[in-house]
């Protein structure tokens, strides 16, 4: 337990202290991106590791929170009020979502999620005098609350950083309670829990709005961290790769999908930097995980670590039988 | 007051009536047993009792209230428990938390996701006491996965009293047991209190028959016959119905 706190202690801190220690400006932007993929993939495990279903539609979700931050900014609204509206506008559309694709799970779910994402690309990429189409939409600029610009790469770090703490203590307070064991009881045994009393269908209604808040957030540090929207960000490829952080990393744990979002975004943004075919090693990467620790990094790492353990500890007691008279 | 009436149910699957006409009342308090053979609707009728499927005709009430159609996640608020034939449990929980999940189920907190489930004492309390009425307690922190089969039949059972209903419903308690593990089912099944009204089904007459007072022998969907447990042991068409010969 006291290991676990130090742990948790040296990783704020190291996070507290990245503009410290990272070489550059460049380095500093790539964690603000670690840290909203991160809320992101958050926001989807609650679906994929909590509740068992598993979503291929989350970056239209993602998309349209940022389109709606962008498109109020565009016609004159202020930020706080671009913020509200695309919150508002992300959970409404989860909400949809929800209604359509709750009717099945499996699949099915799979399925609805992914053909409801690709409705909204397509309207990204059709409703031109919405979206701008292909062209997409330009955010000006960062807001400042509180006189505290955005606009430096360190203070938007720091905001980024905030809310990334604030998402990780709410889905540690919310793995914990009773929603969170009754949406895992769904997870596990939907039959039985109807049969317990469990309003099943609700239960899985609610962690989807959990997820959509979740992803939300992320699609609108996301447009003010980029300053730009386009269809791009709703396609196929964009829900796959935050569905790959959480597996990846470890569907149903808390840091898995962290951790998955860091080696996603290092690997697209940094190594792609030296190495042409990033596309290339990332996939050769999820297929070693996939191969050598297919429950996730972060579970994987922990079963690999205990058996090191215990082979470390074996020998040691081996001895021991024999001195035994 | 009946505590379970059951009059002219009816379920077809396709062409196949599972349930055909069935008709039952069970006396507040009452030890009812279901038998037939297999095949003969006895799941389904618990799955129609339970309102997992929905029947096609009839009427079942609980307590005099007509619950025909309220769903069925809302049956175990107005009483009823059930356990199943095959075992339907959380595998990756401790059997405590198992036990948990049950009293969650009938608490408002079940929608809470602000606390600590940890936190929630009166579940852990509760829970506790229900396993010690199947006499598990001591495993209470063991995950599921580390149980025995005959440990599994009686977490089952513990989540279905800790619920405290009225109405117990029993698919095959005895399944798949050995005999010590059977003699010990049997003796936590007598000592569930009168206030609980228990409908079981089982094929293991032995152990069943003792238990019973009155028996209801259904064939292809319907009730051939009913009486207590003299009558029906009597009756020349349980031993063509259910014994073959």
């Excluded at chain 1, 330009?138 to 807001?143: F, G, S």
């Excluded at chain 1, 744990?253 to 951790?259: R, Y």
Aim: proline content about 5%; aromatic content about 8%; overall charge positive.
């Amino acid at each position: 337990m006291s290991a676990r706190l130090i742990a948790l202690g040296i990783a704020f801190v190291a996070l507290v202290s990245v503009p410290y220690w990272m070489p550059g400006d460049y380095y500093i932007n790539v964690a603000s991106q670690i840290l909203f993929y991160a809320i992101f993939a958050l926001g989807l495990n609650v679906l994929v590791g909590y509740a068992g279903l598993v979503s291929l539609g989350h970056a239209g979700l993602f998309g349209i929170a940022a389109y709606a931050t962008a498109y109020m900014l565009q016609i004159g609204y202020g930020h706080s009020a671009a913020i509200v509206v695309a919150l508002i506008v992300g959970i409404a559309s989860m909400a949809v979502f929800a209604v359509l694709s709750l009717r099945s799970t499996g699949i099915g779910f799979i399925m609805i999620t992914l053909a409801l994402g690709e409705i909204l690309w397509g309207l990204a990429y059709r409703w031109i005098s919405l979206t701008g189409g292909d062209n997409g939409i330009n955010v000006r600029l960062r807001p400042a609350p509180f006189g505290f610009s955005l606009t430096s790469p360190n203070t938007f770090y720091y905001t980024t950083l905030v809310i990334f703490l604030l998402s990780v203590a709410a889905m540690t307070v919310f793995v914990r309670s009773p929603f969170g064991a009754s949406l895992m009881g769904t997870r596990d045994q939907p039959r039985r829990m109807n049969a317990l009393g469990y309003h099943v269908w609700m239960i899985r209604f609610y962690a989807c709005l959990v997820s959509g808040l979740l992803t939300a957030v992320s699609g609108i540090l996301f447009v003010y961290y980029t300053q730009f929207i386009s269809p791009q960000t709703l396609a196929l490829t964009s829900s796959a790769e935050v569905l790959l952080m959480v597996i990846s990393g470890g569907a149903g744990t808390l840091l898995g999908p962290m951790v998955g979002a860091a080696l996603v975004v290092v690997v697209k943004t940094v190594v792609s930097g030296f190495l042409e075919r990033w596309n290339f090693l990332l996939g050769a990467i999820f297929v070693a995980i996939v191969i050598l620790m297919p429950e996730g990094l972060v579970p994987g790492s922990a079963r690999l670590w205990r058996l090191a353990w215990r082979k470390m500890n074996a020998p040691a007691k081996a001895p021991a039988p024999e001195g035994k008279p | 007051m009946s505590a379970l009436t059951v009059t002219g149910l009816c379920k077809a699957f396709g062409g196949l009536r599972v349930t055909s006409n069935v008709d039952l009342n069970v006396e507040p308090g009452e030890r009812r047993l279901i038998i037939g053979p297999n095949g003969a609707g006895k799941t389904t009728l618990f799955n129609l009792i339970t309102g997992e499927i929905s029947p096609d005709k009839g009427s079942i009430h609980l307590f005099g209230q007509d619950i025909t159609k309220t769903p069925s996640r809302r049956r175990p608020h107005l009483g009823m428990a059930r356990t199943y034939q095959i075992i339907t449990l959380f595998a990756r929980d401790t059997i405590i938390h198992n036990v948990s999940l049950a009293l969650l189920g009938l608490s408002p907190a079940r929608w809470n996701p602000l606390i600590d489930i940890k936190h929630q004492g009166h579940l852990i309390e509760h829970g506790r006491a229900a396993l010690e009425r199947v006499g598990l307690a001591h495993l209470a922190e063991r995950p599921l996965a580390q149980t025995s089969y005959g440990e599994r039949r009686r977490v089952e059972i513990a989540m279905a009293l800790a619920q405290n209903p009225k109405v117990l419903l029993l698919d095959e308690p005895f399944a798949g047991l050995s005999i010590d593990e059977r003699a010990d089912v049997k003796q936590l099944l007598l000592a569930i209190p009168r206030d609980v009204t228990i409908v079981m089904i089982e094929h293991n007459m032995d152990v069943a028959l003792e238990f019973a007072e009155r028996i209801t022998l259904l064939h292809f969907g319907e009730v051939i016959l009913e009486g207590t447990r003299a009558e029906v042991v009597a009756d020349p068409r349980t031993r063509e119905v259910y014994l073959g010969h």
